[in-house]
């Protein structure tokens, strides 16, 4: 089966929408969404409705989470609590019910989607530094977890008696006597220096790993991003990618 896995699409419309027009090209079997439709971006109830609309899975994001009132937005920066809240002001009750059915993780065969980390994962915490990974290693027993977050496309391979081994994203095949954490990248807030819309194509069969990077119109989201007056660090951020 081939699995187009999208992550941390953040209410950037044009970045779904180009990037679902390349899964279409790409003749996959389903696509799977882990979490952070909203938050940040200008188009959340047009994002979440495309995510409903195509998504065979969708799992719950933090952001998701801070919509809903499961937890606060006491730790974020000044620019994502403004977002946050003017986010939830927008979602009408179609948009929480739609949000409320999302899943924490999902499991199929001998592999694991969630959105941040297999560790504990409604607390969200960062897989981005091999300690971490090693630490989130021990709490699944597949072989792949697929996760996002951190909108940094990374590849955790695991080493006995030592802690795993951290590389970019890139197309490969996994090793069959290896584990891996695989974070998919970010479609509408890359921060790997990168502004291109990331994802994941994954083919079950042929235990094939491809990065997808598409440009969409940037200048469009920023400009519909200012005319809400979402703070301009994260309108700054999408044309270099960090």
Known sequence: MKLALISDIHGNLEALTAVLED??????DKIYCLGDVIGYG?????????VEQNCDIKLMGNHEYV???LISTENYN?????SSDWTKNQLTEND???IS???MKHSWQDFLWVHASPFEPEQWHYIIAPDMAFQAFSYFDEKICFFGHSHLPQIYMEQEDNFPRMQGGHDFLPAQENRYLINVGSVGQPRDNDPRACYLIFDTEEDEVIYRRIAYDINLTQKKMSEQHIPEMLIDRLEVGR
């Open 23 to 28: 899964i279409e090209n790409q003749k996959v």
């Open 78 to 82: 000044e620019a994502a609590k403004i």
């Open 42 to 50: 200008s188009d959340p109830c047009a994002c979440l409705k495309l």
């Open 96 to 98: 929480f019910s739609i």
């Open 67 to 69: 919509a809903l009132g």
């Open 101 to 103: 059915n999302f899943e």
